[in-house]
T-cell receptor, first 114, second 115 residues
Framework: GAVVSQHPSRVICKSGTSVKIECRSL??????MFWYRQFPKQSLMLMAT?????????EQGVEKDKFLINHASLTLSTLTVTSAHPEDSSFYIC??????????FGPGTRLTVT | GDSVTQMEGPVTLSEEAFLTINCTYT??????LFWYVQYPGEGLQLLLK?????DKGSNKGFEATYRKETTSFHLEKGSVQVSDSAVYFC??????????????FGSGTQLTVLP
């Protein structure tokens, strides 16, 4: 099946710094990518939907200036957490959708802000 | 809005035991329903799906039937194996989200199968 990678898998950063997470579709082109956030023992919560070459669509309550999403190519989307704070610590998961509508998920990135 | 309520875990079973993980949903119309599995250190993988009422999705010995009357999509397996240990997510894709048609997930159920 199709493979989606995320990098890094784990990151620890200091409060106030910015962190970039990459999501790549390795063997297919993804016109649409999704970013989710997962708290311990909770659902995956959709943060935003990004389409290649256009601005991301953010879900209600998600700060677009804090969570910057760039989808510059059909195989790469990035999520940048700006001025991170401890409450941003979470598990971030990306997903890429094929032209046929199938959705594939990355392995996730564990962010810890100290 | 759409929502998915999933049986809380963790669930611990002995090998060859019968598995049921309950999932109910709230949605407008007839959503598509999914079960995803997440093995340790890996991404979510689609396990099975059903797109209309009374459809049965099946894969790797797992089954789930789309029950419109009870708004349920319970996951079952007759005989679990140690290799089935993972987190299982129930999800739906609604019909009212325009072109995005995002997935809505349950909270996930951790399954541990002991030898």
């Amino acid at each position: 099946g199709a493979v989606v990678s995320q990098h890094p898998s784990r990151v620890i950063c200091k409060s106030g710094t910015s962190v970039k997470i990459e999501c790549r579709s390795l063997d297919f082109q993804a016109t649409t990518m999704f970013w989710y956030r997962q708290f311990p023992k909770q659902s995956l919560m959709l943060m935003a939907t990004s389409n290649e070459g256009s601005k991301a669509t953010y879900e209600q309550g998600v700060e677009k200036d804090k969570f910057l999403i760039n989808h510059a190519s059909l195989t790469l989307s990035t999520l940048t957490v700006t001025s991170a704070h401890p409450e941003d610590s979470s598990f971030y998961i990306c997903s890429a959708r094929t032209s046929g509508g199938e959705q594939y998920f990355g392995p996730g990135t564990r962010l810890t802000v100290t | 809005g759409d929502s998915v309520t999933q049986m809380e875990g963790p669930v611990t079973l002995s090998e060859e035991a019968f598995l049921t993980i309950n999932c109910t949903y709230t949605a407008t119309g007839y959503p598509s329903l999914f079960w995803y599995v997440q093995y340790p250190g890996e991404g979510l993988q689609l396990l099975l799906k059903a797109t209309k009422a009374d459809d049965k999705g099946s894969n790797k010995g797992f089954e789930a039937t789309y029950r419109k009357e009870t708004t349920s999509f319970h996951l079952e397996k007759g005989s679990v194996q140690v290799s089935d240990s993972a987190v299982y997510f129930c999800a739906l894709k609604g019909i009212s989200s325009g072109s995005a048609r995002q997935l809505t997930f349950g909270s996930g159920t951790q399954l541990t199968v002991l030898p």
